[in-house]
Nanobody
Framework: QLRLVESGGDLVQPGGSLRLSCATS????????IGWFRQAPGKEREGVSC????????NYADSVGGRFAISRDNAKSMVYLQMDSLKPEDSGDYYC???????????????????WGQGTQVTVSS
């Protein structure tokens, strides 16, 4: 059974950092693209970052480029999202998601993903 479990969300001050983790199980991680998405109250779910199955392709939303970094450790079946220089507008529920890799580049649209974790909450506030 495919599972994705996020952790690492917390309350942090503006300018601070967090590292989100996504523990995966039940599937061959290198064969899947992994995406990180977030959703703030009253807003649509938006793509934050993604990494291809082979790890050679990454994408970032313009709003987080240069501040966030996605990585994967296939040996540990883990995917991470390092978030630096956090802003209040980064607040929301963060979800990791998985979809079988079918192309060289990963996708940033939530409708492309079929497996989802339960989410972890990030609050950026002073």
């Amino acid at each position: 059974q495919l599972r994705l479990v996020e952790s690492g969300g917390d309350l942090v001050q503006p300018g601070g950092s967090l590292r989100l983790s996504c523990a995966t199980s039940g599937f061959t991680l290198p064969s899947y693209d992994i995406g990180w998405f977030r959703q703030a109250p009253g807003k649509e779910r938006e793509g934050v970052s993604c990494i291809s199955g082979g790890g050679l392709s990454t994408n970032y939303a313009d709003s987080v480029g240069g501040r966030f970094a996605i990585s994967r450790d296939n040996a540990k079946s883990m995917v991470y999202l390092q978030m630096d220089s956090l802003k209040p507008e980064d607040s929301g529920d963060y979800y990791c998601s998985a979809v079988p890799s079918v192309q060289a580049t990963c996708r940033m649209t939530h409708t492309s993903y079929v497996h989802w974790g339960q989410g972890t909450q990030v609050t950026v506030s002073s």
